[in-house]
């Protein structure tokens, strides 16, 4: 598994929570990031997981094998331009995914896939702040202000 992320304490928790190689692309260029992905992925990377569909597909298209798919549930333009005959003539898949819309049974298979990886040693997400329900708000406002990483967990 290959993941990029912006700094490098993104890249220790990418580390730990499994992926073999990290790219940091904090300040690289999107050709530099390809160059070094297609280094490690020759014939190209047969899944990605895409948090920033608008940002990235072109990056994506060059970088994905023949077959490929993208699996993608954010994006900062609410209607970003495909390069449709590229991908195409790759035969890529897209699913764009809203979990709110996930079936129940997704749901719990999903559930039991984290519980059987926790329970073979992985050390989970790291955990940045925990807060009660009623301070939802709260939470919401760490994370548009803060710059780390981590999950906020809200407790009931």
Do not use: C
Not at 16 to 31: D, K, L, N, P, T
Not at 129 to 134: A, E
């Amino acid at each position: 598994m290959l993941a990029t992320v912006r700094s490098g304490t993104e890249a220790t928790l990418a580390s730990e929570a499994g992926a073999h190689e990290v790219i940091q692309y904090g300040g690289r260029s999107h050709e530099d990031v390809i160059r070094k992905v297609v280094a490690l992925a020759p014939n190209g990377v047969h899944h990605i997981v895409e948090v920033a569909f608008a940002a990235n597909i072109s990056a994506d298209t060059e970088i994905l094998a023949n077959g490929g798919s993208i699996a993608t549930y954010a994006t900062s333009d609410a209607v970003p331009a495909i390069p449709f005959w590229l991908l195409v003539f790759k035969n890529v898949q897209i699913d764009f995914l809203g979990s709110d819309d996930f079936p129940p049974d997704a749901k719990a298979e999903a559930a039991q896939s984290i519980n059987a990886m926790l329970a073979g040693g992985w050390p989970g997400f790291k955990i940045d702040k925990t807060l009660t329900l009623t301070d939802i708000a709260k939470a919401h406002e760490h994370l548009e202000q803060r710059s780390g990483a981590g999950r906020v967990v809200l407790t009931m």
